[in-house]
């Protein structure tokens, strides 16, 4: 059996880096998953990747900042699978952007790390109370949402703004007695696309830089992320709500940042 059989769950932003290792885990396990993503022909790839290897997934188009795409998702899961039991909500995006940052930019930021994150996990609560499923609402933050650089203003902001979120979404399911948990994860850097393209807009100094940061020696691996992530769709986490999760080679823990 596996860790998350039979159940349904849906990852953003899973077309690639940290989704996609969180996807593709989860599939393992057992779970229907929904690949939901803007990338649709990289989302595809990873349907066809879960399925090679005798899994079950879909893909479906979903702009996490539209609370329209949000209701289309939540019909796709409830029409192909009857339910929804695990939101994972991972997409986000991280342009280097100091104080002096454009306010568009700011807003594009916020539309997608922390608008998104609202739309999916209300849209989420609301489909498992809908279908009596139990759920387990899993929010990628980050440790910038504990500390911050001088160029990441608005992802600290938004990714901070998910970490208090997630507890207030907790509070919000004890206090209406639904059996769904929330929780956030906070990486510390893996090797992605996405961390890729933001240091290589940097001095190249920088990458070094953060790997001497992390006192455990090198950065993550995506599946670092996932097991995580798979721990907390599990049953096997039935007792831990508004908590956070933090995975990053000790860099919080560390002085790597004074
Ligand atoms: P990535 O760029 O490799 O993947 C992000 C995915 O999100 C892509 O597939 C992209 O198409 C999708 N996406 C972007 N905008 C979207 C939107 N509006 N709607 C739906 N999908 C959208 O990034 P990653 O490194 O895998 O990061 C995933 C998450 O983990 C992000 O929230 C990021 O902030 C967080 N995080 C990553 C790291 C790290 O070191 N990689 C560290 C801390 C936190």
């Known amino acids: 059996m596996g860790r998350v059989s039979d159940k349904v769950a849906l990852v953003t932003g899973a077309a690639s880096g940290l989704g996609e290792a969180i996807a593709r885990l989860l599939a393992r396990e057992g779970a229907r998953v929904i690949i939901a993503d803007i990338a649709q022909a990289q989302g595809e790839q990873v349907v066809d990747a879960i399925r090679a290897q005798g899994g079950e997934a879909v893909y479906q188009s979903l702009d996490v900042a539209s609370a329209a795409d949000w209701e289309t998702a939540m019909a796709l899961a409830v029409a192909r699978y009857g339910r929804l039991n695990v939101l994972v909500n991972n997409a986000g995006i991280a342009p280097s952007g100091s104080m002096e940052m454009s306010f568009e930019l700011w807003r594009k930021v916020m539309g997608i790390n922390l608008d998104g994150v609202?739309?999916?996990?209300?849209?989420?609560?609301?489909?498992?109370?809908?279908?009596?499923?139990?759920?387990?609402?899993?929010?990628?933050?980050?440790?910038?949402?504990?500390?911050?650089?001088?160029?990441?203003?608005?992802?600290?902001?938004?990714?901070?703004?998910?970490?208090?979120?997630?507890?207030?979404?907790?509070?919000?399911?004890?206090?209406?007695?639904?059996?769904?948990?929330?929780?956030?994860?906070?990486?510390?850097?893996?090797?992605?696309?996405?961390?890729?393209?933001?240091?290589?807009?940097?001095?190249?100094?920088?990458?070094?830089?953060?790997?001497?940061?992390?006192?455990?020696?090198?950065?993550?691996?995506?599946?670092?992320?996932?097991?995580g992530v798979l721990y907390l769709a599990s049953d096997e986490s039935k007792f831990v709500l508004g908590s956070e999760l933090v995975i990053d080679g000790g860099l919080l823990a560390s002085d790597g940042f004074a």
Request: with cysteine; hydrophobic share 40%.
């Open 118 to 227: 609202f739309l999916g996990t209300r849209a989420a609560i609301r489909t498992m109370q809908a279908t009596g499923a139990c759920g387990s609402i899993i929010n990628i933050s980050s440790i910038m949402a504990m500390v911050g650089q001088p160029t990441t203003a608005a992802y600290s902001a938004s990714k901070g703004g998910v970490r208090s979120l997630t507890k207030a979404a907790a509070m919000h399911c004890a206090a209406e007695k639904l059996p769904i948990r929330v929780n956030s994860v906070h990486p510390g850097t893996c090797l992605t696309p996405l961390v890729q393209a933001y240091y290589d807009s940097q001095p190249p100094e920088l990458l070094r830089a953060q790997i001497g940061r992390h006192p455990i020696g090198h950065l993550g691996e995506p599946d670092d992320i996932a097991y």
